[in-house]
């Protein structure tokens, strides 16, 4: 369970934050910084979970990017 969160999550919030701030960066960061509050609270112990984490961050900001490129 944890797995699938991890892959989904992260790139869903990355998307969120970027279309709520219109930044990619500030959206990228917000999402970054939730994920290592999780992490530091114990949710993401797991070395593979967290590697899935990046992952997810990677792949939500990539598909950010292509959609604030259709923003301008």
Same mark, same amino acid.
């Given at each position: 369970?944890?797995?699938? %969160? $991890? %892959?989904i &999550?992260?790139a869903?919030l990355?998307? %969120?934050? /970027?279309r709520? /701030?219109?930044?990619?960066y ?6 970054? $910084?939730? &994920?290592?509050? #999780?992490?530091?609270? =114990?949710h =993401?112990?797991?070395?593979?979970? &967290?590697v899935?984490?990046v992952? #997810?961050?990677v &792949?939500g900001?990539l ?9 301008k």
């Amino acid at each position: 369970m944890k797995l699938v %969160l $991890a %892959l989904i &999550i992260p790139a869903l919030l990355v998307v %969120l934050f /970027t279309r709520v /701030t219109y930044n990619l960066y500030v959206g990228t960061g917000l999402a970054v $910084a939730l &994920i290592l509050v #999780s992490i530091f609270k =114990g949710h =993401g112990n797991e070395w593979f979970v &967290i590697v899935v984490d990046v992952l #997810s961050l990677v &792949i939500g900001f990539l598909y950010a990017r292509k959609m604030v490129g259709k923003f301008k």
